[in-house]
């Protein structure tokens, strides 16, 4: 277990406090590998970005400590999960792609294959127009027309 205490303030802002009893407000946990391995490798950094404690893995907190990182983490990190590829309007850049994510359908315009980026074996990291990233996290898990169609961006 953590030689720290996590828990929120009055103001819901996540505070660590150190057994001496010095206390830091607006902890921010950082995955070190968001992608390839979200729950290993976790840092616990305070306002300025200085790293406070480091976590070899989530289950290094106890039961209430781990929740309140996860739903921490959960609030700050945005990248829905591509599940299926449902049309995309050229096979030329720009293109507009209708996709199905785990947070429901989406529809993104894609300014060029660069922005399709391999990450980890097998998964890819999609850039929408706007910087949103979206994710496919295994291409062997698509179904044949969605890797049928990323086959002519790669």
Known sequence: MSAFTLYRNSFGRLVLETPDGERHEGVVPVRAFP???PHEGLSLVNADGSELAWLNSLQDLGPEAR???EE???SREFL???SRIAHVSSFATPSTWDVETDRGPARFVLKGEEDIRRVGQG???IADNHGVQFLIKDLTALD???RKILDRFL
């Open 123 to 125: 998964s890819l990291l």
């Open 80 to 82: 829905p999960q591509i």
């Open 144 to 146: 044949k027309g969605s």
């Open 67 to 69: 929740a309140l990182v």
């Open 35 to 37: 992608i390839a391995a």
């Open 72 to 74: 921490e983490l959960a």
